[in-house]
T-cell receptor, first 113, second 114 residues
Framework: EDQVTQSPEALRLQEGESSSLNCSYT??????LFWYRQDPGKGPEFLFTLYSAGEEKEKERLKATLTKKESFLHITAPKPEDSATYLCAAPRYSGAGSYQLTFGKGTKLSVIP | NAGVTQTPKFRILKIGQSMTLQCAQD?????MYWYRQDPGMGLKLIYYSVGAGITDKGEVPNGYNVSRSTTEDFPLRLELAAPSQTSVYFCASTRTRDSYQPQHFGDGTRLSIL
């Protein structure tokens, strides 16, 4: 069964304290992996697409990496405005050339001033 | 640049009532999706559509119906509301069926069934 597992469930950081979020997956024949940010009361906001193992993407204080079994979202010197829930999702083939996303449960990040 | 627009933002229903959650996108995307998000759970796919007139079931379709008469709109219908359908519902769209295309989400409809 295709699964996406995120850890930790929640993470509290002091402002400026760097850390990493983990996303492990068991989707067969991986065709990309997505990271989203979700603020309270809002829909998921797209951050990154990672296409293949070894790829890295960066945006401001965030860097996403991908291996054959997992992905990491590294947060360098976080600020309070980085507080959000971060979601990981992997596409799985659903037939007729279409793909459906399997989402992890998310990591809730709180950055304390 | 509206993107994906969902209405209403909040709704309270009584058990057995019916309602339609509206979703519209202005990006000319062919592929549209409905998800539900329950506390502590990942997003679960309810229904999806690959174009006007074509819909298919996702992971948790029971108790819901959809239609797609235009490219822009993809309404989700609850016929007989049950407490188990209390959730936050998200609509999403993407331009193509390419697995690398990200889905773009609306801000959700928060639905309570009492």
């Amino acid at each position: 069964e295709d699964q996406v597992t995120q850890s930790p469930e929640a993470l509290r950081l002091q402002e400026g304290e760097s850390s990493s979020l983990n996303c492990s997956y068991t989707v067969s024949g991986l065709r990309g992996l997505f990271w989203y940010r979700q603020d309270p009361g809002k829909g998921p906001e797209f951050l990154f697409t990672l296409y293949s193992a070894g790829e890295e993407k960066e945006k401001e204080r965030l860097k996403a990496t991908l291996t054959k079994k997992e992905s990491f979202l590294h947060i360098t010197a976080p600020k309070p405005e980085d507080s959000a829930t971060y979601l990981c999702a992997a596409p799985r083939y659903s037939g007729a050339g279409s793909y459906q996303l399997t989402f992890g449960k998310g990591t809730k990040l709180s950055v304390i001033p | 640049n509206a993107g994906v627009t969902q209405t209403p933002k909040f709704r309270i229903l009584k058990i057995g009532q019916s309602m339609t959650l509206q979703c519209a996108q202005d990006m000319n995307h062919n592929y549209m999706y409905w998800y539900r998000q329950d506390p502590g759970m990942g997003l679960k796919l309810i229904y999806y559509s690959v174009g006007a007139g074509i819909t298919d079931k996702g992971e948790v379709p029971n108790g819901y119906n959809v239609s797609r008469s235009t490219t822009e709109d993809f309404p989700l219908r609850l016929e007989l509301a049950a407490p188990s359908q209390t959730s936050v519902y998200f609509c999403a769209s993407t331009r193509t069926r390419d697995s690398y295309q990200p889905q773009h989400f609306g801000d959700g409809t928060r639905l309570s069934i009492l």
